[in-house]
Nanobody
Framework: QVQLVESGGASVQAGGSLRLSCAAS????????MGWFRQAPGKERERVAF???????TYADSVKGRFTISRDNAKNALYLQMNSLKPDDTAMYYC???????????????????WGQGTQVSVSS
């Protein structure tokens, strides 16, 4: 079965950096769009960054220029390099694999994705 396991979350000060990782197993990883969502307490889940099977990337406006998503298909791994972190970046971050294929069609519905369990990122001012 599909498994996504995130790691790398931590508490950091504003301006700091973190690198999140997601280890994937149980499916043909390289064929699927992969991405990161986040959800802060009391807020809706939001898309952060996505990478298609061909390597094309998309980012939320709030993280453009600060976050970089990448994938290593040989290791079935997904990464999110987060720089210049802000308190507003505080959230649970979830790795997601798009069930619909490799082209990242978008959308936030639960049924569109396989989900990891999440890793907490906390940024203090």
């Amino acid at each position: 079965q599909v498994q996504l396991v995130e790691s790398g979350g931590a508490s950091v000060q504003a301006g700091g950096s973190l690198r999140l990782s997601c280890a994937a197993s149980g499916y043909s990883y390289s064929s699927y769009c992969m991405g990161w969502f986040r959800q802060a307490p009391g807020k809706e889940r939001e898309r952060v960054a996505f990478i298609a099977s061909d390597g094309r990337t998309t980012y939320a406006d709030s993280v453009k220029g600060r976050f970089t998503i990448s994938r290593d298909n040989a290791k079935n791994a997904l990464y999110l390099q987060m720089n210049s972190l802000k308190p507003d970046d505080t959230a649970m971050y979830y790795c997601a694999a798009d069930r619909r294929g490799g082209w990242c069609p978008g959308g936030n519905k639960d049924e569109y994705y396989y989900w990891g369990q999440g890793t907490q990122v906390s940024v203090s001012s």
